[in-house]
């Protein structure tokens, strides 16, 4: 098996608040899933508007004129957590995301195939291996991430 030059990776992967209204957690899960790459964390979670405001997550975007609209969103109803591990996975689940702009978002992508305008994008992956780590950190409590090992051979990997 060759991993290539390429890491083995954790990305923080959340369904936002319109993906869980709209019904779509199993196909958003289900993408991530048949790509081969492993699931290490999942809850529905209600994200209060203080953690929100004050969460390290969107802190780079506080300055944004977008950014209460964000908040709003993003606690506007439960979300979906998820940390996910793999060779690669940071760059290959955006790939699977696609363009922040749905838009622009590619035919295959979430985005593209599933989501219409940028303030409603449906999910979230995170931009790169630090911020995969730290998000996961962030989202998760102690213990929520189970470190566990495929019985069977990794094909994909
Ligand atoms: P994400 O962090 O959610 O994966 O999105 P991203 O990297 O593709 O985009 P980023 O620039 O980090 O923005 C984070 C989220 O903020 C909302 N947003 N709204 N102009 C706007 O109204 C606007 N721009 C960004 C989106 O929900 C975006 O995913």
Redesign the pocket.
């Known amino acids: 098996l060759v991993a290539s030059m390429v890491e083995v990776e954790e990305s923080y992967i ?1 369904i ?1 608040p319109d993906g869980v209204q709209r019904g779509l957690v199993g196909e958003i899960i289900s993408r991530f899933e048949k790509k081969g790459i492993k699931l290490k964390g999942l809850k529905l979670y209600q994200c209060p508007t203080e953690l929100a405001q004050d969460n390290e997550h ?1 802190k ?2 506080q300055s ?3 950014f209460p ?2 908040i709003d ?2 606690t506007s109803g439960p979300v979906v957590c998820m940390a996910w591990e793999g060779v690669g996975v940071v760059a290959s689940a ?1 790939k699977l ?1 696609g ?3 749905p838009l622009n978002a590619e035919p295959g992508t979430i985005r593209g195939d599933l989501a219409v305008q ?4 449906v ?5 790169s291996p630090e911020n995969g780590n730290r998000e996961i950190a962030l989202w998760f409590k102690e213990g929520e991430v189970v470190e566990w090992t495929p019985v069977q051979e990794p094909w994909l990997k």
């Open positions: 959340m936002k969107y780079d975007l944004k004129s977008f609209n964000l969103y993003i955006r995301i363009a922040t702009n940028t303030g409603r994008n999910v979230h992956g995170s931009d």
